[in-house]
Each structure stands twice: as structure tokens, then as C-alpha cells.
């Protein structure tokens, strides 16, 4: 089983719609998670971080964690095609590494 | 939020040469920094932890001979890659945590290593 998991995609949404991207994890004892947006050909950048259970919202971003069932969510509001990019997972394990899942592909069409 | 300066942005070199990367913390000191291998279309790959003063910690099947780290400054840790293999061909990418952002990850702005 892999540490951090998540579909791959790609997720096709309209302009405007609400784009939902889920992320499982192994380790019951990770405590930090973090979303992360990668346009093709750049590095990753910090979107979201959360650490309690529950929604933590941040502009058109929410964030949800349930760490009883070890799952971590990030919904995007109003889809712009400029959201168009591929999305990170990353999980803090108790060894302190900051682990990624594979991406998932987000396509916003106009 | 901290800022992480990486070049050169793009590299080609010959096989069997080998090549430094950079990795500066702009703003901050760094007394760590990560460092990730990405595969087109796949996730990313942490390959060792460079600490400041020390010697790095490699992940499991990186090859230390062949991916030296050197972190001898609170703001600058470099990465060789020796004798260069098409296969070494990959984008690599240093960071550093960063206390503003929740301690995730800020990320330089990655280098394209071509080997041919």
C-alpha cells in the first residue's frame, strides 16, 4: 500500500463548478497534511494546509480532514481554467519526511 | 513565506560529465533541505536530506556515490550528479520547510537535467 494515494485523473470540470480531490493515507499517525498545486514543467507551491478534523477554508479553496478515516480532500470553488494543473497530496509520517502521492490531473474547461 | 533559489532552471550536458545544482534559502536559514527527483508524469521522489554541517541522509536505492550533497552553509546545499547517465535525465527539485506555511515545503524553482 502506498503512503499517500491518489486518483491520477485526469478530473474534467466546467468552468465554474466545484472540483473535488481526494487523497487516502497509511500512516494513522501523520498529523500535518498539505495540498500542493504543480503547473506542467514548474515546482510545486503550498495551497493548503491543514491539521485538525474538519474543513478549513481559504478563498475558493477548502480543505477537509477526517483522520478516523485517514482521508484528506481539497475542493476548489468556481473552477477557473487558470486551476487547471496537477494537485499534490503530501503527508508528514512519523519519521518527519513530507510524503506526495502521484497527482491528480485537474482539467477546467471554459 | 520563505523564498528557495535553485539554478541553473535547465542543463544539458554529455554523458559522463557531471553537474552541480544550487539550492539557496533566500530569506531564512536553512539548517535542512529536502531533495526531490520528479519523472514526467509521476510524483515526487524524495532522494536525501541535506543537513547543514553533516552529511546527508540518503532514501532507500539512492545512490550516494552518484548524487553527492554538500549543505555547507546555513543558506546553500548543492547537488552533483556524477558521471551523468541519460537516465539520470529528470527534474530535480531542493527545498526547505518553512515555519509560516505550516511547516510544509517551499520549493526551489527546479532543474531540468537533460544527459545526452
Known amino acids: 500500500q502506498k503512503e499517500v494515494e491518489q486518483n491520477s485523473g485526469p478530473l474534467s470540470v466546467p468552468e465554474g463548478a466545484i472540483a473535488s480531490l481526494n487523497c487516502t493515507y497509511s500512516?494513522?499517525?501523520?498529523?500535518?497534511f498539505f495540498w500542493y498545486r504543480q503547473y506542467s514543467g514548474k515546482s510545486p507551491e503550498l495551497i493548503m494546509f491543514?491539521?485538525?478534523?474538519g474543513d478549513k477554508e481559504d478563498g475558493r479553496f477548502t480543505a477537509q480532514l477526517n483522520k478516523a478515516s485517514q482521508y484528506v480532500s481539497l475542493l476548489i470553488r468556481d473552477s477557473q481554467p487558470s486551476d487547471s494543473a496537477t494537485y499534490l497530496c503530501?503527508?508528514?509520517?512519523?519519521?518527519?519526511?513530507?510524503?506526495f502521492g502521484q497527482g491528480t490531473e485537474l482539467s477546467v474547461k471554459p | 513565506g520563505a523564498v528557495v533559489s535553485q539554478h541553473p532552471s535547465r542543463v544539458i550536458c554529455k554523458s559522463g560529465t557531471s553537474v552541480k545544482i544550487e539550492c539557496r534559502s533566500l530569506?531564512?536559514?536553512?539548517?535542512?533541505m529536502f531533495w526531490y527527483r520528479q519523472f514526467p508524469k509521476k510524483s515526487l521522489m524524495l532522494m536525501a536530506t541535506s543537513n547543514e554541517g553533516s552529511k546527508a541522509t540518503y532514501e532507500q536505492g539512492v545512490e550516494k556515490d552518484k548524487f553527492l550533497i554538500n549543505h555547507a552553509s546555513l543558506t546553500l546545499s548543492t547537488l552533483t550528479v556524477t558521471s551523468a547517465h541519460p537516465e539520470d535525465s529528470s527534474f530535480y527539485i531542493c527545498?526547505?520547510?518553512?515555519?509560516?506555511?505550516?511547516?510544509?515545503?517551499?520549493f526551489g524553482s527546479g532543474t531540468r537535467l537533460t544527459v545526452v
Open positions: 491543514i491539521y485538525s478534523n
Open positions: 503530501a503527508v508528514y509520517n512519523q519519521g518527519g519526511k513530507l510524503i
Open positions: 530569506d531564512f536559514q536553512a539548517t535542512t
Open positions: 527545498s526547505a520547510r518553512d515555519e509560516g506555511q505550516g511547516y510544509g515545503y517551499t
Open positions: 500512516d494513522r499517525g501523520s498529523q500535518s
